[in-house]
Nanobody, 118 residues
């Protein structure tokens, strides 16, 4: 059974940092493109950052220069380093796994809450 388990969320003051992790199992992690999504209160879900199987990354404009997505294929784990956090980063953060040729992401975690206080 495929599992994606996020951890590392919590409460932090503006300007602080958090590192999210997404431990995965039961699928060939290295063959999947991975992503972090978030959904803030009253907002639609948005893609925060993606990383493909070659390590190429993309970021939504609001987090460029502050967030870094990375993957460790040996550990089957995805990371999101979040620095210079702002109150508008407050959201539930989800990791997702997708097959390269499919538009939608196939597997999703349950999410981890990030709350940034100003």
């Amino acid at each position: 059974q495929v599992q994606l388990m996020e951890s590392g969320g919590g409460s932090v003051q503006a300007g602080g940092s958090l590192r999210l992790s997404c431990a995965t199992s039961a699928f060939i992690f290295s063959s999947y493109r991975m992503a972090w999504f978030r959904q803030g209160p009253g907002k639609e879900r948005e893609a925060v950052a993606t990383i493909d199987i070659t390590g190429r990354t993309t970021y939504t404009d609001s987090v460029k220069g502050r967030f870094t997505i990375s993957r460790d294929n040996a550990k089957n784990t995805l990371y999101l380093q979040m620095d210079s956090l702002k109150s508008e980063d407050t959201a539930m953060y989800y990791c997702a796994a997708g097959i390269s040729w499919e538009i939608d992401f196939r597997y999703w975690g349950q999410g981890t809450q990030v709350t940034v206080s100003s």
